[in-house]
């Protein structure tokens, strides 16, 4: 058997190099977010959503407060990071890179930016905890939120109606963006 030669690993190395610069790899992902629910124009809907990489999705929990005692309200995330007109309509569509109809988040076709709804309790305060196998935070990949908004509605989400489930008015928005001097972690 012939021995490789310096000279063979050489002219290989080139070649090698040029197929791995073709590989898709996927950037790392923001260690974690904490982003603020501000309530629009009229209303008093706050929380503070955790938003981090979870087994190849995005885990969210939080708290939001000032809802109706024992009322359940659409959560989605919607296309851009811009909660400045008084109604959040800036803030857009629901996020959906993939051009799917809307639908519930078990679907298999779905906007990526369908959630589950939130449930207050009697006091008007519900507690969030989820994972969406279809988003990704600070990745700069398609199903990346950063740059979106998470966004509170004044009705439940019926997971069916199109174009956005009938959830009714905006009541709540936070921008999605990278703290200053955030870093990233490795995707799990």
């Known amino acids: ?12 190395l080139p070649l090698s190099l040029a197929a791995l610069g073709n590989m898709a790899v996927a950037a790392p992902q923001i260690n974690a977010l904490d982003v603020k629910l501000e309530p ?8 503070t959503i955790k938003l981090s990489p979870d087994n190849f999705g995005l885990r969210v929990v939080g708290t939001v407060s ?6 359940e309200h659409g959560f989605h995330f919607h296309q851009k ?10 803030a857009g569509d629901h996020f959906n890179p993939d051009g799917h109809a809307h639908g519930a988040p078990d679907a ?12 207050a309790d009697n006091k008007g305060v519900a507690q969030v905890d989820f994972h969406v196998d279809t988003l990704t935070l600070g990745d700069g990949g398609k199903h990346d939120v950063v740059g979106g908004a998470l966004i509170v509605h004044a009705d439940p989400d019926d997971h069916t109606s199109q174009p956005a489930g ?19 972690v490795a995707a799990n």
């Open 1 to 12: 058997m012939r021995k490789p030669t310096i000279a063979a690993f050489l002219t290989a």
């Open 40 to 47: 629009t124009q009229g209303n008093r809907v706050a929380g």
């Open 66 to 71: 000032g809802l109706k005692p024992d009322s």
């Open 81 to 90: 990071g811009d909660c400045s007109a008084p109604d959040a309509t800036s």
């Open 108 to 119: 298999e076709q779905r906007h990526a930016g369908d959630l589950p709804n939130i449930k």
């Open 166 to 184: 009938n959830a009714g008015a905006r009541i709540a928005c936070a921008a999605v963006a990278r703290a200053q001097g955030e870093r990233s």
